[in-house]
């Protein structure tokens, strides 16, 4: 009943910017979390960016520093900038929603939208 869409990907050169956004309709929940994952060909998906619904966020060390989540909650919208990017950014985003406690664990998210991709070039 809930649909998650991301937009925002494409190509960029190494040290560009991007932000990801991630729609979410159909059937009105309160989440308690939301996040970001990652998946670039023969590698796990890896957590990048999560947020709890009182605001608070988890990051990787990968890209703390780099990477901002945020969710607009008027407009049913979880966003993700992304800065500074490199080469091995690049990969398939996918935004993910659930009813745990944040984690970059995908145990705890039990709605997926169909990812969107993002190439970042040397």
Known sequence: QVQLVESGGGSVQAGGSLRLSCAASGY??????MGW???APGKK????AVI???GRSNYPGSVKGRFTVSV??????LYLQMNSLKPE???VYYCAAGYGLAT????????WGQGTQ?????
Do not use: M, W
């Open 28 to 33: 009105t929940v309160n989440y308690y979390c």
């Open 37 to 39: 994952f990652r998946q």
């Open 45 to 48: 998906r890896e957590g990048v």
């Open 52 to 54: 709890n619904y009182d």
């Open 72 to 77: 607009d909650n008027g407009k049913n919208t």
């Open 89 to 91: 950014d690049t990969a």
């Open 104 to 111: 970059l664990e995908q145990y705890a998210y039990s709605d």
């Open 118 to 122: 993002v190439t970042v070039s040397s």
